[in-house]
Nanobody, 126 residues
Framework: QLQLVESGGGLVQPGGSLRLSCAASAETLENYVIGWFRQAPGKEREGVSCISTNGGGTMYADSVKGRFAISRDDAKTTVYLQINSLKPEDTGVYYC???????????????????WGRGTQVSVSS
């Protein structure tokens, strides 16, 4: 059964960068749409980005457009989220999640993702 593990979080200063990884085990990711979500303290979880199974379709929340970039390496069963120009409001726990949907070129974070990782903490502070 697919399992996801996030890594790459940490404490960075505003303007800094991180690369988050979402690594899969027990299965490959090639048939899964992958989404990244985050939850700030006291706030609801929000969808940040997603990538389609063929990698051709991506989506970004308005708050991160131009600063975040999602990519996938199915050979390494890993999806990455490059986050640049970090702001204090980017602070939160970042989760990746998977939704089985092979051969699609679109994605959305609004669907019911069925497999979730435990998250990695991103803290942005001076």
């Amino acid at each position: 059964q697919l399992q996801l593990v996030e890594s790459g979080g940490g404490l960075v200063q505003p303007g800094g960068s991180l690369r988050l990884s979402c690594a899969a085990s027990a299965e490959t990711l090639e048939n899964y749409v992958i989404g990244w979500f985050r939850q700030a303290p006291g706030k609801e979880r929000e969808g940040v980005s997603c990538i389609s199974t063929n990698g051709g379709g991506t989506m970004y929340a308005d708050s991160v457009k131009g600063r975040f970039a999602i990519s996938r390496d199915d050979a390494k069963t890993t999806v990455y989220l490059q986050i640049n120009s970090l702001k204090p409001e980017d602070t939160g726990v970042y989760y990746c999640a998977a939704l089985w949907n092979p051969h699609t070129s679109i994605c959305t974070t609004l669907l019911h993702y069925t497999v979730w990782g435990r998250g990695t903490q991103v803290s942005v502070s001076s």
